[in-house]
């Protein structure tokens, strides 16, 4: 199994790899992406030996190769899909997000059970009501849904993405979500964000 | 130094033993923590070897007091406040969350350069100024800025909170920002999180 700190650590030099092309570069070495994105090069070449034989010794990285390798691996040479339910705070300023299309990720559709929100635009895209769950997620190829509803509506609109054919869900609520095993879910808590912060402003004290 | 994805753990370990507590359980071993939060039980030993000896071999951990030390090493035995500049969808779905307040994060203050914004009431706090960031920020003790503002306006933003006294940023703008080197800074991007999941997604197929 793949740590998943090596899998954020593979997104990270990605997006290094990424700039180092912009600039032109066309070989780099280890110690190079370690110095770049903050790690230690025994790291680097760690996460990297998890997928097989990439650079030469002494030599380094070509930057195109490794750069495409590390996309493929991500599964970011293809595009990916994503439903949002919740059209509140969260789910507006996650739809509009500039980020998620950088990498391959478009919003397909937005959905909202009030009757406030269904009909206003985010963007291209306008916010429509659940029963457009199981169209949207056919016609678009939709595989993730994007959870940004209370507590208390999640397990049931997680429920309903899952029959409509989701693979894998993005849950920000504060509830414990129950997913059959063939389904991906990975909860996000901005506040981890915090208490790293808070362990460095203790730690370094 | 301590890996981040270490300090990422501990605080899931926490969490993990704060519900034992609720739970009335009294001691746990190094696999049940494991088992609960599903990492191996060796992380789970070599994470916690990085402060000192907490169990004994063969009978496990005292919860109270494996929490206890956990809250200590994370800087939670205490509360923190921030401040969130940008009352913008993001800046208000943070402002609102009930996960900040729960692990010891206040809000403090939250501002915005919008008229439209200035006066609005977010929970029990009003959007106030950038006017009034230096008096919010030694008045309320405040040491984490929050910058939830266009990439444009970041950096200009985050030096207005170094020179006001702040000690950490958490930086939510797509723009890459300079710190001083006694300031830590903190960047989030949430499309990593939907990485992981095309990641998994590809490579369980
Ligand atoms: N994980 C984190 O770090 C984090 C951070 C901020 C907010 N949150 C959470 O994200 C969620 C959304 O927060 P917000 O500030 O955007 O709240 P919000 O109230 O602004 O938005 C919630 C939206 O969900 C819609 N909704 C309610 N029930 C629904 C249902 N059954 N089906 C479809 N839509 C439904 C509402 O109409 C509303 O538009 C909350 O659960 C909040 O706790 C998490
Ligand atoms: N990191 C991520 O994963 C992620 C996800 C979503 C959004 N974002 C980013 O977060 C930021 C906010 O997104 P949003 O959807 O809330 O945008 P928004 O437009 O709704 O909010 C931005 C707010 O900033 C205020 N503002 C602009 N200039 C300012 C200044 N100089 N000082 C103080 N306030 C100022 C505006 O008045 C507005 O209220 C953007 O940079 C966006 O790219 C990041």
Redesign the interface.
Known sequence: K????T??R???YSRYLHQLIDDGVKSVSSDEIAHGVGVSSAQVRKDLAYFGEFGTRGVGYKVEVLYGHLMK????DRR?C?IIIGA???G???A?????A????NVGAILDASPDKIGTKLGEIEVEPLEMMAQRIEEKNI??GIVTVPASAAQEVTDKLIESGV??I?NFS?RVLKVPGNV?L?N?????????????????K
Chains 1, 2 share one sequence.
């Open positions: 793949i740590p998943e700190a899998v954020m593979l997104s990270i691996i991500l599964g970011l990916w994503a509140g705070k969260l507006s300023a996650l509009l997000y500039q980020g998620f950088a990498r391959g990720f595989t993730i693979k894998a993005l504060p991906i990975r996000v808590d901005l506040s981890v964000n915090l208490e790293v912060l808070s362990f460095n402003l203790n730690y370094l």
